[in-house]
């Protein structure tokens, strides 16, 4: 059975009873199909300790279900009531500065919090049982945006305790753990376990072993709250479907273990939110961006976030469970969109791999932290922008239904890792380096280029790709090196960015030459690193005799094996190899010593994909995207003028239209154009 | 009998006691008449708990008397003493990080301190009996800048208790408080008045209602305190005046509840503090500064401060008690002054509304926090540049003395509202936006095309104005509505600004169109508004086909009964209006829809003047100021050029020289002039 | 005996003890001879409470005696040990938000802790009686980097019991106190000395006199905590140096004090450091920076550390304790060194004075806080550029110890004092101002123009120089100007600068015309002094009738007994003096009324340097260096191009040629020349 298409955020207790069933027909006539309800509504469901009010949420499925509608019920764990707060106060959650939270917005609670655990389950099972098999409720979201405003990491006596039984399993002795930390540095070796304290507020950077396992345990903790809450939903709710929304490149919490016990992942998508907030952490200081439509978000950052969210669970197809719709409240200008933007975002959505679109939210709110979010319809309750967008897009479902289920198609991957995040981000060396930016900057240049990529773990299955990039591949050993070596001699393209190698999966440096377990796989070695200062360069010169730069770190290689794709004409590093390849089996190993730019990016990718056999869709202006999911190719154009892509397809046809494509095909400002592929299309 | 002229800010305990009679002899002879002293000797006049000295106070009143000056005597409790504090530490205030304030500056209580309220009764229980009839007291400072240094606010349990009991007296129940804050949201629902905590460190942003009925009860808690000294003083000081001195755009405390049970208002003018500190708040990030001279500060600040203070008590002479005499020691740069700037601050003090002018501070402290802050006496007791002036003036005393008592004559109004400020600084929306931005825009537009302009509160009587501006009306109801209604009815011009209307007097957004409760007064719709980020920007005309631009915020409007005045040429409004005006009874309703910048408002105003009868009382170049006070027009020049202003007034004369006026009035650099309006002028 | 000349900061604890053999094999053949060990390694020494564990220590002692390695034993209280803190949690400092700080990494204790003071003399006692006569340890190194990381002020209920007692010391009596710190302002007067805190969470900002004896406190805590090591080992280890590692410009202790009981002092220079995070308070923020080599760092900032610091003990020779000798780590982006940096900065240490340099570190960490720092060998146990740059020396150590022991010859001094830096930096009026870069900007020029310049207290022997420059001599008496009457009067010619003798040295301001007690001394008055903003100049004219400008702080002089030799041609104190001079006895008193920017300063050094009978070593280009130690003359190219430099000394021979020098002297890009000055060079 397929999914529900599209569908709305919905707080019926925000709203009179009597205004639910025109609610609920107003949904089902613009098409929607599925409502997220519940997520936020403790204090409704359980008005005082053990006294469940459930008269409110059955009726209001009933409204909703009296017009068709399905329901995903969310676990309202993510706001604890006030009455639970007063009366286990050491709930409340500890910031890195030390200072207890108050109650009064959300999230605020600790996830170590054994009380917590068991008013946990008591209400998520009270939940299960009365609605584990209602008709109308066809899957469950654990909690909301686990790790959101900072509380992945909570820095309680809990927590401290917590702790320290995390690190006695991992270690099982203080010796290991003090080898392992690197403790005989500056005497912090512990001979108590009781010594060991969170690493906040010391008195200048702590230990980066003591840190990175601080995040490891915090991610853990917030993992095995959700399990609390996926145990007791299988057994009570068992046909139904469990899953949580994600955020994006979330940096605190390891997304993919999160995701592993869900059946599917689901995401919440605000593109202008992440193109005012998280585009700065993606692009470097001083990078110029691209011109795009205002209203848009940045499709650049948008797509990264998408295959980055379909990575979680290797590609399988998920949700947008919170897509914006108009202007959101929590970014700097928080501008509104135009006619078009909100079907733009949701054709983006399907294209990049989404199955469901869930709306947010319903109605603007009248009260409290999100008076300024637009919503579908007015405070007003008339229709705003979004509603009538999504009414226009009623005639469109059946396409969009014709593509759910399908994979999407992908050549390339960018291996992610959270372990490598934690570990970079926290010596950066050079302060502009960031883990998603390196990887955004290799995205967005195959994306630039028309090549369609994935964002997967770097434990994924890798034999379904023709070209493989882990930019950062810090924390790695022989066995990495095995793994990596098998895909490359199996015919596979890899390219292996700075510093990769540098450290041992336990945070350590590597005593051996780098880069380490892949010397041999690369057949170089990096005989120095430089990081460079803001105006420093160093000329490299490509395959093409192309005159490029190396800015903000730039390693020399010596060869052995391999041979030099791009090297330093100049500098300290003269005469010394930047970027070097090397065959191995059936495939090649690229290295590539140098933060890459969009010129050294745009050369290194000109001679990868031939040389990986890939072939990109479409060759694209700025602004202009391309991807394939099943039999369709989508192209997308981002920006205020109308845009001609050259298509890289043959026998297709516009799936609105039926006419037959052009390799020139044009794109109309803020549009997007379907194309079905026919059975001999390549 | 008139107020005194001119004064100055004493400390005698500064100083030997064999220097005071010196200090008054040449007080008296640079023309000063009144004397404020006491505000921070609460430690001298009472050194251990319950032990008076009163010898000091005495003999320093007795040095001042002798040279016939008057005095204002301050109670001193801004700054509790040490021994006070160590008997008492929760008297300190709680910041909203959570930390306890130490003693050692001053403003160091919480205002809901029990403990400290009996203190303070006490204080000036002791004060007020033996100073309440002295013949040479003539009134009372309360305290000294109440909230200053972030001390509205206080965070203690103490204040905690007292909001709790506040928010009972406002709403009676829960489900009354529940209901008007939207609790139901993120279950925020409280079911104990005990769970109600001030709205600090809460995981994310806090409830905005919470917040903005925080902000109340601190507003409150602080006028309540004020009000404890003030039914003491009126019951022993009974023919004396009681004030206090207000800070121009202080945000923090409601200004017109604590001048309500004042005789009148006095505040403190640093007009090159304002200029360094509080100018960045009132213009744009971006927008170009006016080429002023340098030491005279920014005189559109110090005028939009001038209006606001002098609206506080609806147009009732004031005092500046704290004036400007040479470099201060607070802000970046403190620049010095040159000679003719305290002169021009002095003029332009009188031309405001000011009564009188006390110069702060006698003479340089050689000691503690104020060591780098100008006297008008040097560190070495020699005359520094404030004394010279002053000095100077002497001559102009007459002149001076023949305007006070007199109204300040203006046309048109701004109405503020610090509920309003409150809620839509919580919640901006755009980060630009902010309240004191929005009405500074309007008035100094209005102040550089030569119209006076007062800014009043919301509850003022428009009857006296021809034009009346409320650029954030953000709270209103029905009531609101028809209070306007009638105004326009009668005659009068009324502007609304972007967000009218939009919530209700208790933080709830409307649930009807906008604007709300003024949708009828205005006649038109706003269909639609779009925060705009930078580099952003729609088009619009005017009335008179000029192309403009609309940036920041633009509000899409639909008409009823209303007819645009300027509509979007082209984006996403395109075609709606921006604009509107209507004609109702007498008058006209204008709704601007968009946020203003400088070519919008220089086109409405120029329409909306002749419109309602507002002549303008002269044409101004930049840094040139005009205003009027009963039958006096003074003409400021705040450049380091001579300039020339185009008079609009006929038969006045100089009132220095006597020489009759052109039109075309030419001002000295740095110089101020006066004009006697004949009996015939118009 | 001749000190050891080239040494390394080694750790043998964190490597196997099978690797120290080879270890000091490679430091041995690379031309090292000295070793600093054991700093951080209490947890080694002191696993747990009293049992000491020496054998590791032992073994590595023998194994560096063994290649006969010198060395110097650190003591390891900046890292006391997680069962102590443990037990002893009052060890850990308080910051000034009030918060303790955790343990996790380094100088996490209170010096005031009475605790702390027995365990400290329990480990320095028990390593100072087995290492004492070590023979292979030839001194010690107190702690490490004392005051690093905000821990010179720790606000503890210790310290500020510790606090009341040293001001009782000081004092005497409460009235004396209050008096001092002028305590009826703001009615601070305190009336028991349990009613003083530490200065930190008031309200506002605190006393100035409160905060200066606060920082004198701390500045004594810390001198009198080394003072409890160093008596110990004078007695156990009578035979041995002490000394302690300082930090270039660190302004929270006063380094005068910290180094007067040492044998010599040692500090740490890291040039690319120092350049990215000390070099924006040292120039102005809109300053120009010099064209330089990258990966040099800035040579007038490293330059003008070794001047401070050789001036700590008055021109004694000094150690370079950690010399950075790769990447550092802790910086914004750390570059990386090349061919040729480590021997420029080790002739730069010899030159300045340094006797020994001492390369930090042996070989890069595989772990903890420092992973990305460099040390001569990479992680891997190659030979880094670090320890090929120290082999290529080897050939030149002959001459380097043939300058070892000598002194640098210099004939001008900028004076320094940490009560005047405290003061003036507490209240600095106008944001840019601050007391090193007041500093900096005269040596800078001094250096510039090929005059070497010491830095040393203003209490030190001032016969020896033919000029003094005293910039910020802001808290002066009598006394002090007796004393520099007395330089004068002898024939020394003396610039004092903007503020001078503004204060007493209690904090109190004089009531005394400017400059105070230095009134009679330069003949002349301040007459006002003017803070500017950006953007305002006065405009100046010199002795030459050379147009200039002041900027930042000016003040207008009238002239008793000196005469003008600068004055102001416009402004507001147009017709005053700026600059004076008066001839005294044998000599010249200058006083410089404005903050001198870049041609103010090559005015007034051009007009001094022949008065002063100051002989520039040479002319140079930007980013050569000059300077003379001994009969040797060094001249430095800190750029990447070639350069000329035109001598002013004769019969020169270079030292590494023999070659007789020219005038024009070429210096190679990052290259170092030394000259060896004949029997009658001059």
Known sequence: MKPPLLGVDYYPEHWPADRWATDARM????????????????????????????????????????????????????????????????????????????????????????????????????LAHRYGNHPAVIGWQLDNEFGCHDTARCYCENCAAAFRVWLKDKYSSLDALNAAWGAVFWSQSYTDWAQISPPNLTVTEANSSHVLDWYRFSSDSVVAYAQIQISILRQLAPDRFITTNFMGPFPDLDYYQLSAPLDFIA???????????????????????????????????????????????????????????????????????????????????????????????????????????????????????GYREVLRMKDEQPLMRSIQGARVQVDVAILADYDDLWALDLQPHNHVIAYWRHLFAYHRALVRAGVPTDVVSKQADLSRYKLVIAPSLLLADDVWAARLTAYVKAGGTL????????????????????PGPFRELVGATVEAWHSLPPGVTYPLTDHKHQMLTAAIWAEGLSTQSAQPLMFYTGGPLEGQAAVTVKVVGQGRAVYAGVWPDEAVLNSLISWLLPQAGVQPLALLPEGVLVSRRGSFVFLFNFTDAPATAWLNVTSAVDAFTGQSIERAAAIAARDVRVLSLGADSR
Chains 1, 2, 3 share one sequence.
Not at 308 to 315: A, I, P, T
Not at 353 to 382: I, K, N
């Open 267 to 385: 995401w919440n998508s605000y593109p202008t939110g992440y193109a005012e907030v998280t585009g700065p952490t993606l692009y470097m200081p001083d990078e110029p961006r691209p011109k795009l439509a205002y209203d848009v978000g940045d499709p650049y950052v948008t797509g990264f976030c998408h295959d980055l969210m379909r990575g979680l669970k290797d590609g399988l197809p998920y949700w947008v469970m919170e897509q914006q719709a108009g202007s959101i409240n929590w970014a700097n200008t928080n501008p509104g969109i135009r006619p078009g933007t909100v079907r733009l975002w949701t054709w983006h959505d399907l294209a990049a791999g989404a199955d469901t679109v869930v709306y947010f939210r319903w109605r603007a709110c009248l009260y409290a932290q999100e008076q300024y979010h637009s919503g579908l319809l007015r405070h007003d309750a008339a229709p705003d922008l």
């Open 495 to 514: 390219v292996l960015g700075v510093r990769s190698g540098f450290k041992t999966p336990s945070n350590l440096v590597t005593d051996q030459p780098l």
């Open 27 to 126: 949904m089902h006539a613009a098409g929607l199909s599925v409502v997220r309800i519940g997520e936020f509504a403790w204090a409704k469901m359980e008005p005082t300790e053990g006294r469940y009010d459930w008269r409110w949420l059955d009726e209001a499925l009933e409204a909703l279900a009296a017009e068709g509608l399905q329901v995903v019920l969310g676990t309202p764990t993510s706001t604890p009531p006030a009455w639970l707060i007063q009366k286990h106060p050491d709930i409340l959650p500890v910031d890195a500065q030390g200072r207890r939270r108050n109650f009064g917005s959300r999230r605020h609670y600790c996830s170590n919090n054994a009380t917590y655990h068991e008013y946990t389950r008591r209400i998520v099972t009270a």
